[in-house]
């Protein structure tokens, strides 16, 4: 079964950039996309940004826009670079994929993603 793995998380200043990657393992044919989402203390989880696999196309939340970009690296690797970062970007960072192709109908929620990380925190001082 395909699973992924998030990493790059960690403590930065207010402005400071930061890189996040989720490699994915296992039958990864199956994918059709992968997404990146959040969840703060006390919040629900919200869609940070997405990129479909075959068709490069990439979607993002309103957090995110003009700030974050997400990519591929290579054919299992998703990156999301994060720049001019804010204290309410603190959170624990969740990656996802889609094995079903869930993309298609809503990607961002977080019911189109069958797969997810353990999650990563990012952690953003004033």
């Known amino acids: 079964q395909v699973q992924v793995v998030e990493s790059g998380g960690g403590l930065v200043q207010a402005g400071d950039s930061l890189r996040l990657s989720c490699i994915a393992s296992?039958?990864?044919?199956?994918?059709?996309?992968m997404g990146w989402f959040r969840q703060a203390p006390g919040k629900e989880r919200e869609f940070v940004a997405a990129?479909?696999?075959?068709?490069?196309?990439t979607f993002y939340g309103d957090s995110a826009k003009n700030r974050f970009k997400v990519s591929k690296d290579d054919e299992n690797t998703m990156v999301l670079e994060m720049r001019s970062l804010k204290p309410e970007d603190t959170a624990v960072y969740y990656c996802a994929a889609d094995t079903k192709n869930g993309l298609d109908y809503g990607f961002s929620q977080a019911w189109a993603y069958s797969v997810w990380g353990q999650g990563t925190q990012v952690t953003v001082s004033s």
């Open positions: 990129i479909r696999w075959s068709v490069y196309m």
């Open positions: 296992g039958p990864t044919n199956y994918i059709y996309g």
